[in-house]
C-alpha cells in the first residue's frame, strides 16, 4: 500500500498541512502510520480531499461533509441534500444573473438619469427583497 507522509498529502492535494490535522482531528479524513512524528495517509486521502473541497465548494460545512463519509471514510453522499443543494445554486444563479444584468443595464443605460429608465426601474424591483408583511396592531384590553 503506497503511504504518502503528510507533507507529500499536502502538496498534491494542495490543502496545508495544518488544515490536514485539523481535518484528521475532526475525522474527515484518517492517517493510517506515522514515520516517527509525521503523519501517513493511504493515497485514498487525496479522494477524500477533493470530496471535502467540492463539498465546501457547494456550501457545505464540515460537520455536514463529515455526514457524507461512512465509517470507513467511503463516500456516502446522501442524494436528497445534494439535490437541495443544486436547487440552492440555481436559485442563486437566477438571482446573481439579474444583478448582472442589472449592473451591464446601468452601465451601459442611454437614459441621461437612471431613475427614468423603465427597464432599469424593473430591474430594481426584482433585485427587491419582498416586502414584509404588516402585523396587525394590538389592542390592549
Avoid: W
Amino acid at each position: 500500500m503506497l503511504l504518502l507522509d503528510i507533507g507529500v498529502l499536502a502538496e498534491r492535494s494542495g490543502v496545508p498541512a495544518s488544515t490536514l490535522r485539523y481535518y484528521e482531528e475532526i475525522g474527515l479524513i484518517r492517517s493510517v502510520a506515522r514515520h516517527g512524528l509525521r503523519r501517513q495517509f493511504d493515497a485514498e486521502a487525496l479522494t477524500q480531499l477533493a470530496l471535502i473541497s467540492l463539498g465546501k465548494t457547494a456550501g457545505f460545512s464540515l460537520e455536514e461533509i463529515r455526514g457524507m463519509f461512512g465509517k470507513d471514510g467511503s463516500a456516502d453522499l446522501p442524494r436528497t441534500a445534494l439535490h437541495q443543494r443544486a436547487d440552492q445554486i440555481e436559485r442563486q444563479i437566477r438571482e446573481l444573473t439579474t444583478l448582472r444584468n442589472a449592473l451591464r443595464h446601468v452601465a451601459e443605460c442611454p437614459a441621461e438619469q437612471h431613475m427614468e429608465c423603465p427597464k432599469f426601474r424593473r430591474l430594481l424591483r426584482l433585485a427587491s427583497p419582498p416586502p414584509k408583511p404588516r402585523r396587525a396592531p394590538r389592542r390592549e384590553g
